[in-house]
């Protein structure tokens, strides 16, 4: 395997060691402070007040006895919100519009689905702030609703907005509808392709949505003086877009806001929004008292997006010794209730690992009467890659050619065109495939009632801004501080990198998440960025305190600064002057830093490129009960390229992770809606998610392509995982049942029918 | 309303309290006496994040009274440590990578307690089960299993010696 990162000519000391983190013993001991966990003198709980309707008008509400209650110090409704312009900004993938934004925040003219927030109280207890809640008064004209995604595309469908015309369409349609956008991305001639296919292979399909599933709450602590500056204390993905989404929505400077960020307990895409943030905020602007907020978990299924649901239809065209020479997708996608779902990743995503000299993606997003839908782990990526998966499967078993040499044949490689333009750049993808297909579980005999499921699957991983600060304390200890969110071990992975570095012992450096003042711009821990983009910025931080250390010993030696070199935690000299010069040591150096310049310190940011992507191929065995329908996951390997594992403990959890969060949407959750448009299961005994006895041991391949364009190689390892894992369970359970499965959740009412021929 | 005062052991100390009669044991050890690391998932009993001991027997303390703590003895993550000496199974959660996000951790740590007392020996299944109970979103469960399993041998190597 080539490897071609920078730090290949000496062993690495740190890197791939498996120490224990940093931020672990308070997460042991019950210590560390999630979001619910902060509080202040003087603080009051907030409540947020929601809507029971799918779908209806506000004609008003009045919160004149709420705010007669004794012990209520403020009530709020969206009238506290400054009205947003109409307008998308940003990159189109994730463009946002803040005039929908603000309404998912808190309802206008309209509630647009069961639990949407129409107005909050800050009271001196829980209690009072309950009961506040059910002093205020709201008329509501109930309104048609709709649910399902293609009901919401129907002409008569009732409107959400009713002046959404469909953007993407030429010429703009004439009426307004739910669709609020149509994506098309093609290359090659796709008619011409399944023209010259001798065998074409086509199916449909339907996920339902599912929720992040994090086990925090989202929750937050908020406090605003009177001069205009606040502080908030919340658990999220990134403090610094939390900090500039709610000075937005708030209509105040982001420079009176300063946003800590706490111990965050799961996101997974969940908790990259704001949702309880702005409402704290104003209530306390608007008591004088600091307000805490901490959801229910019902809130939280009703009100705090899940990922989105889908219909898709998927068709690619064959060649007999299984080259693939067309594809095309459909693929309509549940937004909720304002535009926004991740329909054009998954159009993006669909076909990546492959070759395909002919490719056409369609994509609908599409409003209902649901919570907005947000980002989930490789937001997009793993619904359209079930459907793709399940196509080539079947393609596979149509000219009976092993499913994963299939995949081998028609994998993408540099230089293959992706469908967005640019073309694939880096290695890995056949390499993890391979990997696979040596993995002995592939050939294991499988026995009556059980199947085995493989699928593959590509995100793009992210890179982009991160800040990072190194300070070189006076005995030689190392602080480094980053404005990215550790939602999983990234102080320890940023740390690892820089003892690796400096030359220091891992057990030297102590990284700390800075809070919004106390360093330099961070985006989101999303898009598996951390470790790859704000280790750049570490890298970079400690490379530059090693200039600064080397130049320190050339004033300590009286010698020229570029015959000093940085080698095993060592300043060296290499030049020819005669004399002592014995190697001086971080801690040498820094204890001299008085006499030598001051503080040693660096602060670097970065708007980090060169991002190589995810990939990963996945097996799952299964066994079905033909009595019930219920499955058994016997055993799941996961192999997935990331590039180098920093902590390959940290890393491996990652894909054990992805893999269950996979398997749970493969086979048990859903989002199910009564007739009224009420969510019945916002609950997690309603909701399943797996739990230690659903699960087999799931087996990792970690396979190490390193990323030329990182020092450490890194790929960013989050995602990548997730996005073969509906398709790989249900390429089990369809062959275990004979009957091709084409709708998630696989529930056991499901797979009956499918056995009985459809009754 | 009137409130009720209690008189508890928490973690080996005597504690009183006062909470009126609808407060959970949950609220009380968070927003009562102050005591956080017991975390609040679901406030259903479906999740696990708030469990503790009563009498040594596992619950969800978002499922208990306040009022119900009268006379027993509450064991919460924080006792879990013997002053600065981790419990064998917080240092091999640590060693063996079985937390990521860390909060349904000290929940589990509880539970995991309550089993290696009644079955110092158990089997991979015999955890999976007993731990069926509490939600981990972020880890698939592997290495919170290789945690346990691996508290449990070193525990029984300690009490041979």
Aim: hydrophobic share 40%; with cysteine.
């Amino acid at each position: 395997m080539p490897d071609t990162m920078t730090f290949t000519k000496k062993e690495l000391r740190v890197v791939g060691t498996r120490p224990v983190r940093p931020d672990g013993v308070p997460k042991v001991t019950g210590l560390a402070r999630f979001g619910a966990d902060y509080s202040l003198p003087g603080m009051l709980w907030g409540r947020i007040l929601r809507s029971p309707h799918a779908h209806a008008r506000i004609r008003s509400i009045d919160t004149s006895k709420a705010q007669a209650l004794r012990g209520v110090k403020a009530v709020m409704t969206s009238a506290d919100l400054p009205e947003q312009k109409f307008e998308y900004v940003g990159p189109e993938r994730v463009a946002v519009n803040f005039w929908h934004m603000t309404r998912s925040v808190m309802a206008r003219e309209k509630v647009l689905f069961e639990g949407h927030p129409v107005a909050a109280v800050a009271a001196t207890s829980k209690t009072i702030a309950e009961e506040a809640l059910g002093l205020i008064e709201v008329d509501y004209e109930v309104l048609p609703h709709v649910i399902d995604v293609e009901d919401a595309m129907k002409p008569d469908a009732p409107l959400l907005f009713e002046d959404m015309i469909t953007r993407g369409i030429e010429p703009a349609p004439d009426r307004p509808s739910n669709i609020s956008k149509r994506i098309e991305l093609k290359i090659g001639d796709v008619e011409a392709g399944f023209a010259a296919a001798d065998e074409i292979v086509e199916s449909s399909f339907k996920t339902a949505p599912v929720h992040q599933g994090y086990i925090e709450p989202q929750a937050c602590l908020a406090r605003f003086d009177t001069d205009g500056q606040a502080e908030l204390w919340a658990s999220s993905q990134g403090h610094f877009v939390i900090r500039a989404l709610s000075a937005r929505l708030l209509g105040m400077d982001i420079g009176n806001l300063r946003v800590y960020p706490a111990e965050i307990g799961g996101g997974f895409g969940g908790k990259n929004v704001p949702y309880v943030e702005p409402v704290a905020l104003v209530l306390a602007r608007k008591s004088g008292h600091p307000v805490k907020i901490v959801l229910s978990r019902e809130e939280v299924f009703k009100g705090c997006g899940p990922a989105a649901g889908s219909i898709m239809t998927v068709k690619i065209g064959i060649k007999k010794d299984g080259r693939i020479v067309a594809a095309a997708g459909v693929f309509k996608f549940q937004a909720g209730a304002v535009p926004g779902s991740p329909v054009m990743n998954a159009c993006m995503c669909a076909f990546s690992p492959y070759d395909i000299p002919n490719v056409r993606s369609v994509g609908y997003d599409v409003v209902s009467n649901r919570p907005k839908t947000a980002a989930y782990r490789a937001p997009g990526s793993p619904i359209s890659a079930y459907a793709v998966e399940s196509v080539i499967d079947m393609a596979a078993a149509r000219i009976s050619m092993d499913p994963l040499q299939f995949r081998l044949k028609n994998v993408a490689k540099p230089g293959t065109p992706t469908v967005w333009g640019p073309k694939h750049a880096h290695e890995g993808f056949a390499e993890t495939i391979r990997a696979l297909m040596q993995h002995p579980a592939y050939t294991t005999p499988l026995n009556k009632n059980q199947g085995r499921g493989v699928a593959a699957g590509y995100w793009f991983n992210n890179g982009g801004e991160s800040s990072a600060a190194v300070h070189i304390n006076e005995d030689g200890t190392v602080l480094v501080a980053t404005g990215s969110s550790d939602l999983s071990g990234t102080r320890a992975s940023l740390a690892m990198m820089a003892a690796e570095t400096l030359g220091v012992e891992f057990d030297k450096v102590r990284p700390t998440v800075a809070d919004t003042a106390s360093i330099g711009y961070g985006h989101l821990s999303a898009g598996s960025r951390t470790t790859f983009a704000t280790g750049i910025a570490v890298v970079e931080a400690c490379k530059k305190v090693i200039g600064n250390l080397c130049a320190r010993a050339a004033m300590i030696w009286d010698v020229n600064a570029e015959d000093v070199v940085w080698d095993g935690g060592c300043a060296r000299y290499t030049g020819k002057k005669s004399g002592e010069f014995e190697p001086l040591s971080l801690k040498a150096i820094a204890v001299k830093k008085s006499v030598t310049g001051g503080p040693i310190v660096a602060e670097v940011s970065v708007n980090a490129g060169g991002v190589a992507p995810g990939f990963a191929a996945e097996l799952c065995d299964v066994e079905v009960d033909p009595e019930t329908g219920a499955v058994k996951v016997l055993r799941f390997v996961t192999a997935q390229d990331v590039g180098r594992a920093i902590h390959p403990s940290y890393v491996e959890g990652q894909l054990q992770g992805g893999a269950a969060q996979g398997i749970g949407w493969a086979l048990n959750e859903e989002y199910i809606y009564d007739e009224a448009g009420r969510l019945t299961n916002a609950g997690f005994l309603d909701y399943r998610v797996p739990v230690a006895s659903d699960l087999p041991r799931i087996e990792t391949v970690l396979v190490e392509v390193p990323n030329p364009n990182h020092p450490f190689g890194v790929k960013g390892v989050g995602e990548a995982n997730i996005v073969p894992s509906l398709a790989a369970v249900a390429n089990a359970v369809s062959r275990a049942i004979g009957q091709r499965m084409t709708e998630l959740p696989m529930s056991p009412p499901k797979i009956l029918k499918a056995m009985n021929g459809g009754r | 309303m009137t409130k009720h005062h209690v008189t508890t052991t928490v973690n080996g100390d005597a504690v009183e309290f006062l909470c009126e009669a609808h407060e959970t044991l949950l609220e009380v050890l968070r927003d009562g006496l102050g005591l956080t690391g017991t975390k609040e998932g679901c406030g259903t009993g479906d999740c696990g994040a708030c469990s503790v001991t009563i009498d040594g027997r596992v619950v969800c303390s978002c499922l208990v009274l306040g009022v119900e703590a009268e006379g027993k003895a509450i064991q919460t993550i924080e006792g879990m440590a013997a002053g600065t000496r981790l419990h064998p199974l917080q240092r091999k959660f640590l060693e063996h990578a079985g937390l990521q996000c860390g909060i349904c951790t000290p929940g589990i740590l509880v539970a995991a307690r309550s089993l290696l007392e009644r079955n110092p020996d158990p089997t991979e299944e015999e955890v999976r089960y007993w731990l069926a109970g509490n939600l981990c979103r972020c880890t698939g469960y592997n290495k919170i299993i290789d945690a346990v399993l691996d508290a449990a041998r070193e525990m029984r190597g300690a009490d041979h010696a």
